[in-house]
């Protein structure tokens, strides 16, 4: 079990989400670990702020 990042629960699994974190042991960021519950939370914050992001065609 594993504490998240965000609420402090304890859960059995967790998402690794890349953070920016720069300091010089983390370069180019980091990862932290969210449960499910926070993930979608960010990522409603996200959608709400920045609206929906388009993918880009290659």
Known sequence: MADCELC???KP???PVRV???TI???EGAYKGLCQDC???CEAA???HF???EEEKK
């Open 51 to 53: 609206g929906e992001k």
């Open 25 to 27: 042991a983390n370069p």
């Open 20 to 22: 920016q974190v720069h």
């Open 46 to 48: 996200y959608q709400q």
């Open 13 to 15: 699994t967790l998402v």
């Open 8 to 10: 402090g629960l304890a």
């Open 39 to 41: 993930l979608d939370s």
